[in-house]
């Protein structure tokens, strides 16, 4: 009898706390929404933050995040891309083409109050010349001098005539009151972009729990107008998986670059919009292009098989491969072959030329070229030397699609008489071997901007060592480049891009296998107001301009996720009790039987 | 006297282990690996970075001395207590990036520790005592099967069923992203909620360690002479369990406890990269991908600090418990 009384009053005493604890968690959850309408706009990321230092970063949310901070001079028009005034309001060429005048907007003020003025962007970028900031320099191409001469102007003259103050530099302003205590570029390299971010953008950063997420307050003050949202939280994920999860959970609200199978796992998703954006990524294949012409290749030494640098042996192994596979297999339909190497509508050339996928055709074509196997053994020889038709072949660790796209493009040049040494290399290393020249053919991307400069500049001889995938050199297409970059009517700029763009497409030192298609994912239960950039197939986030970032508008007045925890907290709570409970009942039973044993031996 | 012998010994031994371990580490990251962490600072062709200026990183970083003269800085700056400085995080110190990610592995690995142990050897013991009975029976299979399933697969399956299907429990991180807002009491419970599946991962992983060692060890005991004393002499069977079965069976398991706890500081990566639950076994993860010297260094100092630490407790504490190792 006593031992029924001391079981009723463990487990009265168990349900008392077990309420208690209920109670003030429902009394803690009722305050917090009621008091303060915070909404929040939280997004998924896979990658994490090392800085937000607008000079020094590299991840993908690094500058997502900067995008809201900071304000470009010039930026790209919401609806074709086009420059559009940012900072910069209007602009005019002298007559020689030597000096730009920009008018710089009046009355915006930094996120500390500080006024900004011209001298804020003639400080910013003249300190990327002369630091040498590797991310920016190539924006600022032929610069004599930048100078503010009054608060709202800008004057930038050029050593030769040139559009390129135009194109628009994606360049962060920064401001001249607080970086220019820094005395050189190791020493700025220290702060990394927290505390004190200042910025003129739409969102001030104000918290950084580094590793979890980071969190940005909206500025009111906005010069473009004051964001709907209240917060924008980014939160990182270590895996997609997770991340996708959490948007169907309503843990977050936006996912970003969703890979192609979860993407597809979530249509039928009522709650859940799906946006397949134009493609700003291309993946190409690459050709060792070394030869003792380029300087850096004869400075560094190269090795690469002969084969390479043939025009003929590469087409036949453009015509070896079905991109359409590619796009298929790999991204499950998300995506489109590709051709040139600009992705932008507005500057994208269509070759009348198109490469199709014909086996025989490569054949005939190493077979017209002198590759013949000779001896019998399924694998061509290259003519002259003799060497077997046996390439070294690259694909990256860090990004499985291409090794699978090797996979498949192994099989093809096999079928037409060409040997692989297939090798996946991560990034570092791959790095290295492209440094040393000492390489055939590798598989790697580009995420290309939407003017078409600097991706163009990237192919020419000079750039063999820095930003060349192949050390690609011909004369004709240096010529027409630097043309181009200081031609006066945009038609001109147009056609010398169009015929730049068919000269890589018909010289191939790489070929472009297919354009990714950009994939985002949000909360349309919960969200609208996105805007496309551009209009047509844009992407709805992370744009180039604030398009969106300030227009996203929740759908009910309770709407944002950042209260997305405390939707599912009341449901935790009672486990929590369930919990704790179960280990009292638990140990309150087993204590009892213990002594129950005790008494019945004793 | 014996004893203070035993101990000095023992430290002597550790500290010599720690040093070769601090050698080893050296060359083992900087020259018997390939890459190097400049490449990776350059990575993607994304940083457009010319000869000079790689140069000046690879100055920066030291990394221009020969080998002996690195070894050499190295050495001296660990014994100085200086670490270094991480290139992963561009500069920052490797104490503070290790203090950053330390108390998030500390908390999930010591909770899932605690967890996994008590349970593990409660069920050892029952078990071993009752050998052949249904428990037995059932707890052998459950534990095995507990114990060979990966980590991140269990993670996975748990993260499914209370995360996507229930609801119950956040998919993933360390905290709620409203964090700086909630009361102490909201704080903790959010804390909880994020660490209960993780813990609940590993403490499912861990048990069957401690279960079949417990039980193993429990069973070699009962054989033994000095049981069947006891029970001849009349002894309470819960005594004979108690005071004499599970007091010597413990032994082998303190041994265990103690490397384990020393192996577990390393955090579990693939539970860590499952629930996005930044560790230091993530830390260590981007360490090794990003070739960042300074951290690894660091991070391996700790790890093998640890183990050795543990170890030497373990050493000290079956010594305690058990004379004859003293004397021996």
């Known amino acids: 009898m006593r031992r029924m009384v001391r079981v009723l009053a463990l487990s009265l005493a168990t349900a008392m706390l077990a309420a208690g604890v209920f109670v003030v968690q429902a009394a803690a959850q009722d305050e917090s929404p009621a008091e303060d309408e915070k909404v929040t706009f939280t997004v998924g990321m896979v990658n994490d933050a090392i800085t937000f230092n607008p000079m020094f970063m590299i991840e993908t949310p690094e500058y997502a995040t900067a995008d809201l901070v900071y304000d470009t001079f010039l930026t790209w028009a919401q609806d074709d891309m086009s420059t559009a005034p940012n900072l910069a309001e209007s602009w005019e060429q002298s007559e020689d083409g030597l000096t730009w005048t920009f008018d710089i907007r009046e009355g915006i003020t930094w996120h500390d109050g500080t006024p900004f003025t011209a001298n804020d962007i003639a400080f910013t970028f003249n300190w990327i010349i002369d630091e040498g900031v590797g991310a920016y320099i190539d924006y600022l191409p032929f610069t004599d001098e930048i100078v503010a001469t009054d608060d709202t102007t800008l004057v930038w003259t050029t050593t030769t005539p040139t559009s390129a103050p135009l194109y628009p530099p994606y360049i962060y302003i920064v401001p001249e009151h607080i970086f220019s205590g820094y005395a050189d ?16 953008g739409p969102f001030e950063l104000v918290e950084w729990r580094r590793g979890d997420f980071w969190r940005l307050e909206a500025n009111p003050d906005y010069w473009g107008g004051a964001p709907v949202v209240d917060e924008f939280v980014f939160r990182v994920f270590q895996n997609e998986e997770t991340m996708v999860q959490a948007l169907q959970q309503g843990e977050i609200d936006f996912a970003d670059e969703v890979p192609p199978s979860l993407f597809q796992s979530m249509e039928g998703d009522p709650n859940i919009t799906l946006n397949e954006g134009r493609a700003t990524t291309f993946i190409q294949m690459s050709f060792n292009q070394c030869t003792d012409e380029v300087d850096y290749c004869r400075d560094i030494g190269w090795n690469h098989h002969p084969a390479t640098t043939d025009p003929q042996f590469r087409l036949a192994v453009e015509h070896a491969i079905d991109r359409q596979v590619l ?45 013949v196997d000779s001896d019998g053994d399924g694998v ?159 992407s709805i986030l992370f744009q180039y301009g604030h398009y969106s970032d300030i227009n996203i508008t929740p759908i009910s007045a309770d709407g944002g996720s950042g209260a997305g925890s405390e939707d599912s907290g009341g449901i935790p709570a009672i486990v929590w009790i369930g919990l704790v409970g179960a280990v009292v009942v638990i140990g309150g039973v087993m204590l009892l039987r213990r002594r129950r044993e005790d008494e019945d031996e004793a | 006297m014996g004893t203070r012998r035993y101990v000095v010994s023992k430290i002597v031994q550790a500290f010599l282990t720690f040093v070769a371990i601090l050698v080893f580490n050296f060359f083992l990251f900087r020259v018997w690996s390939p890459g190097d962490p400049i490449s990776f600072l350059t990575r993607g062709q994304g940083a457009n970075i010319t000869p000079e200026e790689r140069q000046a990183l690879i100055e920066e970083y030291g990394l221009d001395e020969s080998t002996m003269g ?10 100085q207590g200086n670490l270094g400085a991480s290139s992963f995080y561009q500069g920052e110190p490797v104490m503070d990036v290790f203090l950053r990610f330390l108390p998030a592995t500390l908390l999930l690995v010591g909770v899932a520790t605690l967890f996994s142990m008590i349970i593990g050897l409660w069920m050892g013991i029952r ?191 079956y010594a305690y418990l058990d004379p004859r190792v003293r004397e021996a």
């Open chain 1, 185 to 200: 570029k190791a020493d700025a390299r220290k702060w990394k972009g927290f505390p004190d971010a200042v910025g003129t």
């Open chain 1, 327 to 371: 796009v298929d297999r790999i991204k499950l339909g998300y995506g489109t072959p590709g051709t040139t190497v600009i992705l932008d509508p507005r500057w994208h050339h269509d070759p009348p030329n198109v490469v199709t996928h014909d086996p025989e055709e490569a054949r005939r074509i190493l077979e017209e070229a002198g590759y």
């Open chain 2, 127 to 317: 078990s071993g005592w009752r050998r052949g009975s249904m428990f037995d029976r059932t707890s052998m299979v459950g534990s095995l099967i507990l114990y060979s399933m990966p980590e991140f697969w269990l993670g996975m399956l748990l993260l499914l069923l209370f995360s996507t299907t229930l609801g119950w429990f956040p998919v993933g991180g360390r905290i709620s992203t409203n964090a700086s807002e909630l009361s102490t009491w909201e704080y903790i419970l959010d804390v909880a909620n994020h660490l209960f599946l993780p813990a609940l991962t590993l403490t499912l992983a861990y048990i069957g360690e401690y279960y079949l060692v417990m039980r193993s060890s429990l069973l070699d005991v009962l054989g033994e002479d000095y049981i069947t004393t006891a029970r001849a002499k009349g002894v309470r069977e819960r005594d004979v369990l108690n005071k004499h079965a599970v007091r010597n069976g413990l032994l082998p398991t303190v041994t265990l406890i103690a490397l384990s706890i020393g192996y577990v500081i390393g955090g579990a990566i693939t539970v860590e990269v499952v629930f996005s639950y930044q560790g230091l076994g993530l830390l260590t993860y981007t360490a090794i991908v990003a070739k960042d010297y300074w951290l690894l260094q660091g991070l391996f100092l700790f790890f093998t600090g640890a183990v050795i630490v543990f170890n030497l407790a373990a050493d000290f504490v």
């Open chain 2, 70 to 79: 690195q070894f050499l800085e190295y050495m001296k700056d660990t014994f």
């Open chain 1, 380 to 538: 061509r020889e290259t003519p002259g030397t003799g060497e077997p038709l046996e390439l070294r072949f690259i694909v990256r660790t860090e990004n499985p699609d291409t090794i699978t796209a090797g996979e498949f493009i192994s099989e093809w040049l096999r079928d037409v008489g060409i040997v692989t040494q297939t090798e996946a290399l991560n990034d570092s290393k791959l790095t290295d071997t492209w440094y040393s020249n000492d390489w055939d053919m590798y598989i790697w991307g580009w995420g290309v901007e939407p003017d078409p400069n600097f991706q163009l500049s990237s192919y020419t001889t000079g750039q063999c060592g820095t930003w060349s995938d192949t050390c690609y050199s011909n004369p004709a297409y240096d010529e027409l480049f630097s043309q181009s970059q200081s031609v006066e009517t945009v038609e001109e700029r147009e056609a010398a891009v169009a015929e730049l763009q068919q000269m890589l497409y018909d010289d191939r030192p790489e070929i472009v296998l297919w354009y990714e298609t950009y994939l985002q994912a949000y909360r349309s239960d919960r969200w609208t107001g996105f805007v496309q950039q551009p209009s047509e197939q844009g």
